[in-house]
């Protein structure tokens, strides 16, 4: 018998071969979908009528209920600060990932470094779209509660989050939404030409057996916050600039479907 650590390495290396073949040799993904082609997407505002302001962001298997709340100077964020006074932060998010949400059962308690990190993300995303402090001088506070997650939680929360701001009447200066991105850098060992392959708005099973996760938030004529972890030794610029350009591509037709389908 094999230890069960060796299984378990030996399954997810043959998942990933044989997703990743199967990309390069049909042009489909796990789901179905093409290289380049969005999840369904759905999204509802003001679910929530004593909030301030609240949303709910499908995409695929995906959703993330995102609340916001207003209030004064007063209830601004305080952050330790090792020179000086404090720092006062006006707007902050707050990113929960409970383990209901991928049918677990688990402990809830203190935010993990993975809830911190994403929650950090999204807020540098929505916060290059706050109006100035003297045209709105309120704390925000967001909150997303991830109810369920197959990839993109943290992306999800950018566009539940945009959503929100709105229902509770937050004048920002743009829409944005974000999307996550996938690679396969090496197509020639599955029969392709040797081009990597740039997947739009990758599902938790792509993340785990591709070699790349590229969130980018923004709205079709710029980016306000991007993240990338990658499992090679490094990407080129041709090929990180195909995975933006795509990347807007996918933004572009999502906040479509943001406008379209939120009241």
């Given at each position: 018998l094999f230890a069960e650590v060796d299984v378990k390495l030996v399954f997810k290396e043959v998942v990933s071969?044989?997703?990743?073949?199967?990309?390069?040799?049909?042009?489909?993904?796990?789901?179905?979908?093409?290289?380049?082609?969005?999840?369904?997407?759905?999204?509802?505002?003001?679910?929530?009528?004593?909030?301030?302001?609240?949303?709910?962001?499908?995409?695929?298997?995906?959703?993330?209920?995102?609340?916001?709340?207003?209030?004064?100077?007063?209830?601004?964020?305080?952050?330790?600060?090792?020179?000086?006074?404090?720092?006062?932060?006006?707007?902050?998010?707050?990113?929960?990932?409970?383990?209901?949400?991928?049918?677990?059962?688990?402990?809830?308690g203190a935010p993990s470094r993975r809830e911190i990190g994403h929650g950090m993300l999204a807020e540098r995303a929505l916060e290059r779209i706050l109006p100035s402090e003297d045209d709105f001088p309120y704390t925000i506070r967001v909150e997303s509660t991830i109810m369920e997650s197959n990839g993109s939680s943290s992306m999800a929360s950018v566009c539940g989050g945009c959503l929100a701001l709105q229902d509770a009447g937050v004048p920002i200066k743009c829409s944005i939404a974000g999307i996550a991105m996938g690679m396969v850098l090496d197509t020639e060992e599955f029969g392709g030409d040797g081009t990597p392959l740039i997947l739009s708005d990758i599902t938790g099973s792509e993340d785990a057996s591709g070699d790349m996760d590229f969130k980018v938030a923004g709205n079709e004529e710029g980016i306000t916050a991007f993240q990338m972890d990658i499992k090679v030794g490094g990407i080129t610029i041709p090929v990180m600039r195909k995975a933006l350009l795509q990347a807007r591509d996918g933004r572009k037709d999502i906040l479509g479907m943001m406008t379209d389908m939120h009241y």
């Open positions: 071969k044989f997703l990743r073949k199967r990309i390069v040799e049909d042009g489909r993904r796990s789901d179905g979908r093409t290289p380049d082609e969005l999840r369904a997407i759905n999204s509802r505002c003001g679910l929530l009528p004593r909030a301030h302001g609240s949303a709910l962001f499908t995409r695929g298997e995906t959703q993330s209920l995102a609340v916001v709340t207003l209030g004064d100077k007063q209830m601004a964020q305080r952050v330790d600060n090792l020179v000086g006074a404090d720092e006062l932060k006006r707007f902050y998010l707050q990113y929960s990932f409970p383990p209901s949400c991928v049918g677990e059962v688990g402990r809830i």
